[in-house]
């Protein structure tokens, strides 16, 4: 079901069928960590007070390392018959990942199951194995994950782990369809539309004497068989875009320094509070480094006063996040955020503006986010923005994203052809001339 049509509720009308007939007497409830206050909120709305001893929920992302939390949920689902409900799938859908070993441990001892997600396949129907044997391996019908790759996946010789493409999808969407529920918006819901837009700016001169040197420096390490290489290679580019010098030599991890003495000389930064001028109302920024969060943070809490902008991200606890949220609903007016702790279960749909201040090439997060706020309960329309550096990695990674593909594996593509990749990463030859490029203050070189 896509993103906000009713997934948690038409779930609770499932489980109270199985519970009213006896059939099952717990719940065992796996979502993202970020996403448990709210799941809790929803699930008293719908039913009432007094399910707590009930409904056991769990984050996902703690059954990849905690031993004692795995061990409690095993002796829970053996002593009661337990209903498993795996919330965003798509977390679990690499098969050989620990969690996903663990949660298929559970499984087995739990009749009925059901996985909830709005975007299962993010890239490919390699995702469909792992989720669907946590319902049960009888669905595909393969007991391995080799066995469905030897039928399904047809792997490059020369490039390990990449898939050139899928075989007998048609079989894997006859075996899927008797147990497979869908429900897009635009068949149950009258949402007001979305609406995009790609804000344009300029680098200034040493982030552009940095680019090249960065980009010319990293492509010369890569290796189309190494695919670290390859992220190695845009990683070091993202951080320049985003205002850094990169300070590590190839083989070192890649470190970095403030590129502007103050974060508001950064071209992107103008751009963006030039943006954020024109807009009346509640802004999400999405970004995906936790320092942009931080800078931002302070220049807008600077501009704005204080306590306008909240943050949302990994190192903060769910309890501070929480308290961020409810912040924004009610005084806030900025929530800056990175997508993978914002980006699921939550309801925001009281805002009508999402900047995405840098992009990673992550569809299905992509997906998840943008819905947060355009969903039940959305009565205006829906502003997306993205903040794009004019003929640089941007627009490769913006462009992967609106075609649901794999940064990576278009690079990879590129060198097959012979391409001058180099010109690739810069947007290659292209027609600019309907696109409004914004010039910021420059920074002047010595």
């Not at 903060?316 to 980006?343: D, P």
């Amino acid at each position: 079901m896509e993103m906000g049509t009713g997934k948690t509720r038409t779930a609770l009308e499932l489980i109270n069928l199985r519970l009213t007939k006896g059939k099952v007497n717990k719940i065992l409830w796996l979502c993202p960590c970020s996403v448990k206050r709210n799941l809790r909120e929803d699930i008293i709305k719908h039913t009432g007070e007094g399910q707590e001893d009930l409904i056991t929920i769990c984050g996902i992302e703690t059954l990849s390392s905690s031993i004692r939390t795995n061990i409690r949920l095993l002796k829970m689902v053996k002593k009661y018959k337990a209903y498993l409900i795996v919330d965003e799938s798509n977390l679990v859908k690499n098969f050989f990942a620990q969690r996903t070993k663990n949660i298929v441990r559970i499984a087995q001892y739990c009749k009925y199951k059901l996985i909830l997600n709005g975007t299962p396949i993010s890239k490919s129907e390699k995702d469909l194995f792992a989720q669907w044997y946590i319902l049960d391996w009888r669905i595909l019908g393969y007991q391995s994950f080799w066995s469905f790759a030897a039928n399904h996946l047809e792997y490059d010789d020369r490039i390990p782990g990449k898939i050139n493409r899928c075989l007998n999808t048609d079989y894997l969407v006859r075996k899927i369809a008797p147990y497979t529920y869908q429900v897009k918006k635009d068949e149950c819901l009258d949402l007001p539309d979305k609406t995009y837009e790609t804000i344009y700016y300029e680098l200034d001169y040493e982030q552009n004497i940095e680019y090249e040197r960065v980009k010319d420096l990293f492509l010369s390490d890569v290796d189309e068989f190494e695919p670290d290489t390859i992220y190695r290679l845009l990683s070091a580019m993202q951080l320049v875009i985003s205002g850094r010098y990169i300070t590590s030599c190839l083989q070192e991890s890649i470190n970095s320094i403030p590129m502007f003495e103050k974060p508001e000389d950064n071209p992107r930064v103008q751009i963006l509070l030039d943006t954020i001028s024109k807009l009346s109302g509640k802004v999400i920024i999405f970004c995906k480094y936790s320092r942009e969060i931080l800078d931002l943070l302070g220049i807008l809490n600077n501009i704005y006063g204080e306590d306008s902008a909240v943050p949302i991200y990994g190192k903060l606890s769910n309890k501070a996040r929480q308290n961020n949220i409810e912040k924004f609903k009610n005084t806030a007016k900025f929530l800056i955020a990175n997508k993978q702790c914002a980006g699921y279960g939550l309801n925001l749909q009281f805002c009508h503006y999402i900047i995405y201040y840098s992009n990673d090439w992550d569809y299905a997060t992509r997906s998840q986010s943008e819905d947060r706020v355009h969903r039940i309960g959305q009565d205006h329309k829906v502003h997306i923005m993205d903040i794009c550096a004019y003929n640089k990695l941007d627009e490769r990674i913006l462009s992967c994203l609106w075609r649901k593909e794999d940064l990576v594996e278009e690079f990879k593509k590129e060198i097959s052809k012979k391409n001058n990749v180099s010109v690739w990463m810069d947007g290659g030859v292209k027609n600019y001339k309907n696109r409004v490029i914004k010039n910021t203050k420059k920074k002047v070189s010595s």
